[in-house]
């Protein structure tokens, strides 16, 4: 009988360890995440930064001041900017539009993140009136989907068939990067969950 128990106790206690390993994974997983989100709003963050700096050095002929003839010229060596024209003037359009003109808090702007800002801008003409409301569809629409609520469409929202067929894809990512099955299944089961939550 004690042969029985200790291969019993043996058994359990490698679901045990398993278990703990997964849980290990997931946690550094999470942790891997927030950070991630974390550097990615820092990143959008600075943007909004460095397009009032190019804004203010273009506007102040700065580059003039440190030997180039334009600041086109600025932009495209790579010993001063080394930034493309389009994303510079991307970047100074946004910055001029939504926190110099329209004077959002940048915490507004951060939750929607430079490409949307970008449609945003070059889509409508925001006034006071309805920036604020832009602003929240933005944040909760995808890029296309705000395409097309800015081209007057109806947006209509996924379908179940359209969520399910998006889980599956994440779990075939998933498989495609090895991630441990263990901890693949938690993600699946999480995002089982969340499309759960969401239909009540």
């Known amino acids: 009988m004690n042969d029985w128990m200790d291969g019993d106790h043996a058994i359990t206690q490698e679901r045990i360890q398993g278990q703990r390993a997964i849980q290990e994974r997931a946690t550094d997983a999470w942790k891997l995440h927030t950070e ?13 930064e460095l397009g009032k700096r190019l804004c203010l050095f273009e506007e102040n002929k700065g580059y003039k001041d440190i030997g180039y003839e334009s600041f086109n010229q600025y932009l495209a060596d790579p010993e001063g900017c080394d930034i493309s024209r389009s994303m510079a003037y991307r970047l100074i359009g946004v910055w001029r ?11 507004k702007l951060l939750g929607v993140g430079p490409d949307k800002l970008e449609l945003l801008k ?17 944040s909760a629409l995808s890029r296309s989907d705000l395409r097309i609520r ?8 996924p379908t179940w068939n ?7 894809r994440v ?6 990067m090895n991630v441990p099955s263990g901890l693949m299944n938690i993600i699946i089961d999480f995002l089982d969950y969340s499309v759960a939550w969401i239909d009540d």
Not at 150 to 157: A, F, Q, V
Request: hydrophobic letters at 30%; charged letters at 40%; glycine letters at 4%.
């Open 171 to 176: 779990g075939d990512e998933l498989r495609r």
């Open 162 to 168: 359209d969520l399910f067929v998006k889980m599956h």
């Open 36 to 48: 991630i989100k974390n550097l990615y709003y820092e990143t959008k963050r600075n943007f909004l």
């Open 122 to 138: 070059s889509k409508i003409n925001l006034d006071e009136d309805n920036v604020d409301q832009w602003l929240i569809d933005a």
């Open 97 to 107: 539009e939504f926190e110099r003109r329209l004077q959002v808090p940048r915490p």
């Open 150 to 157: 800015l081209d007057g469409r109806e947006y209509e929202p």
